[in-house]
Structure formats: structure tokens, C-alpha cells
């Protein structure tokens, strides 16, 4: 059984560009977070998904926008890149029950903006 | 505005040296806190979920208990693979985010 997969592992992008990063979730799970975890600190989340919409946001501007698939699958996009974006992006899964709150995380995306 | 820190920051122990970690929050209206791990290049990988005051979990060589303001992560005995960062998140009613604590960065010397 899969886990949570995340791709690219890697990514090297300059300021003012744009980046799509993917993830496909654990096999059963139809919930998808995305998380931002810059270098010695924990997570921080960005926004989820469920059922193809945005469900619930945190605290990051417009530029960050996602979309989740029939396939439960989801893209987190991000526009007109800056330096402070640099970090490990996370994409958590879960199933959509309330007695089942363990999130399962992928590798993440090193995004590297220069 | 939901808040959790951790200390301490880095923490350095010798093989079979027990020790605590400490997670303290601030949230409204609490539903759980969990626990997590994670390695260097990887994802946090899920351990434990608290839900009330007084309330124990144990696995292995870790045992994370739980008050009113703040949560403990007991290691006893430890070895040197459980070297990681342990993170503490919050969840509030109501809500889907969780929110992380900075991490504890553990090194368990052989």
C-alpha cells in the first residue's frame, strides 16, 4: 500500500516564477493539507482540501492556491515566487472521519527560490 | 490564537540516558494533541493523540502524557535510532489545521 507521495522531490526555482507541486494521497484517504515547513521550525498550514474544494485556510496570502482532483489527488501552486518562500512543502492525507485524526505525511518538496 | 512551543530546542543524551520532552499550548477548545516524529529529508510520521487531562499513551520507549496546558514526552532508556526531531501539534474543535509546535531536535549518543 502506497503512502503519501509528493513530487518533485526537489525544485529550484528564481524569484518571480511560478511552481506546481503534486501529491497523490494514502490509498483510501479523500482529505489533503498542505503544510510549509521552513528550516528548524515545525509545519505550518497552508490550506486543505476535501471533496474538491478548499476547506479551511491559514494565514498565507493569495498567491498560494491549490485544487484537489476526483482522484483525491492535489496541486499546491505558487505565484510571483519569493526568496521567503523556500521551504519543505508537505502534503498530509487522512480519511475523512472523526475518529481517525492521525495524519500521514509525505517527503515533501524542497522548493529552493533564488 | 492557537499556541504551542517546546523546549527544549536541541537535546543531547547518551544511550539508556531517560529524559523529558516538554510541549506546552495555548488553543480554545482543545480536541487533541499529537505527537510526531520526523526524520532528517522526511515527513513527520504520526505517534501518539491525546485528548484529555491525565490521559497516558505509551509505545516502545516513549510515553506521552497530557494536562490542562501542556504535554510530556518521556523517553526511557533511549537508543540511538530514536534520534529525530519530536514534533507536538494541536487540533481545536471545530477546526481541520493542525498546529505545530518548533520540534525538539533529539541526538541519542551510542
Known amino acids: 500500500d502506497a503512502g503519501v507521495t509528493q513530487s518533485p522531490t526537489h525544485l529550484i526555482k528564481t524569484r518571480g516564477q511560478q511552481v506546481t507541486l503534486r501529491c497523490s494521497p494514502k490509498?483510501?484517504?479523500?482529505?489533503v493539507s498542505w503544510y510549509q515547513q521552513a528550516l528548524g521550525q515545525g509545519p505550518q498550514f497552508i490550506f486543505q482540501y476535501y471533496e474538491e474544494e478548499e476547506r479551511q485556510r491559514g494565514n498565507f496570502p493569495d498567491r498560494f492556491s491549490g485544487h484537489q482532483f476526483p482522484n483525491y489527488s492535489s496541486e499546491l501552486n505558487v505565484n510571483a515566487l519569493l526568496l521567503g518562500d523556500s521551504a519543505l512543502y508537505l502534503c498530509?492525507?487522512?480519511?475523512?472521519?472523526?475518529?481517525?485524526?492521525?495524519?500521514?505525511f509525505g517527503s515533501g518538496t524542497q522548493l529552493s527560490v533564488l | 490564537e492557537d499556541q504551542v512551543t517546546q523546549s527544549p530546542e536541541a537535546l543531547r543524551l547518551q544511550e539508556g540516558e531517560s529524559s523529558s520532552l516538554n510541549c506546552s499550548y495555548t488553543?480554545?477548545?482543545?480536541?487533541?494533541l499529537f505527537w510526531y516524529r520526523q526524520d532528517p529529508g522526511k515527513g513527520p510520521e504520526f505517534l501518539f493523540t491525546l485528548y484529555s487531562a491525565g490521559e497516558e499513551k505509551e509505545k516502545e520507549r516513549l510515553k506521552a502524557t497530557l494536562t490542562k496546558k501542556e504535554s510530556f514526552l518521556h523517553i526511557t532508556a533511549p537508543k540511538p535510532e530514536d534520534s529525530a526531531t519530536y514534533l507536538c501539534?494541536?487540533?481545536?474543535?471545530?477546526?481541520?489545521?493542525?498546529?505545530f509546535g518548533p520540534g525538539t531536535r533529539l541526538s541519542v549518543l551510542p
Open positions: 498530509a492525507s487522512s480519511p475523512q472521519t472523526r475518529n481517525n485524526e492521525k495524519l500521514f
Open positions: 488553543v480554545s477548545g482543545l480536541r487533541g
Open positions: 501539534a494541536v487540533r481545536r474543535n471545530y477546526g481541520q489545521n493542525f498546529v
Open positions: 490509498s483510501g484517504h479523500d482529505t
